[in-house]
């Protein structure tokens, strides 16, 4: 309680806020660099191309493929989606935690993972990352966690095939931030 009493001027008050707010942008960059993001081959190849020649990388989320529908009609769902943006001539970025890593681009093989794990895979929301992260699980990323890891991979766009309330704030959200 002295402490306080002590120290209690505006200009040492204001200085302590800063402190800790340097403490704690220093620890949030501590942590996002440690969490691994594993990118596929062609995301890896797109993202190499520079900025004059990069190719435009679409995020996709996953839930769409675990919970939309039954094996095997939800890994046509994402082959065909990914088709789509390869169409337009963007590269497709699906994006899943596998196994407590994350991924940014799947492979067929992985495709097929999460579409024969179906609702057995978690829902990886913004909330549950850290957890599958922690816990080594596997996740189909929601419009929100796709969102994240999207801003934390480097990607700007985001494509799905939900239209929920949430989606369109997530897209304000996104958008207006610049990312």
């Given at each position: 309680f002295l402490y306080f009493i002590e120290e209690n001027t505006p200009k040492t008050f204001k200085h302590r806020m800063k402190v800790e707010k340097k403490e704690r942008r220093s620890q949030k960059q501590k942590t996002e660099r440690k969490m691994k993001i594993q990118f596929s081959y062609e995301v890896r190849t797109a993202m190499a191309q520079g900025p004059n020649g990069i190719r435009r990388l679409v995020a996709l989320?996953?839930?769409?493929?675990?919970?939309?529908?039954?094996?095997?009609e939800n890994v046509a769902c994402g082959k065909s989606l990914e088709n789509i943006v390869r169409k337009a001539g963007a590269v497709p970025a699906t994006i899943a935690v596998l196994k407590g890593?994350?991924?940014?681009?799947?492979?067929?093989?992985?495709?097929?993972?999460?579409?024969?794990?179906?609702r057995k895979c978690a829902k990886a929301s913004r909330r549950d990352l850290p957890l599958l992260l922690a816990q080594k699980k596997t996740?189909?990323?929601?419009?929100?966690?796709?969102?994240?890891?999207?801003k934390?991979?480097?990607?700007?766009?985001?494509?799905?095939?939900?239209?929920?309330?949430?989606?369109?704030?997530?897209?304000?959200l996104w958008t207006s931030q610049r990312i």
């Open positions: 989320e996953s839930t769409i493929i675990s919970h939309g529908m039954p094996y095997p890593v994350i991924h940014v681009g799947l492979s067929e093989e992985q495709l097929e993972f999460l579409g024969k794990e179906g996740g189909a990323t929601t419009v929100s966690g796709t969102v994240l890891i999207a934390l991979a480097g990607l700007s766009v985001m494509a799905t095939g939900v239209s929920a309330g949430c989606t369109v704030v997530a897209t304000t």
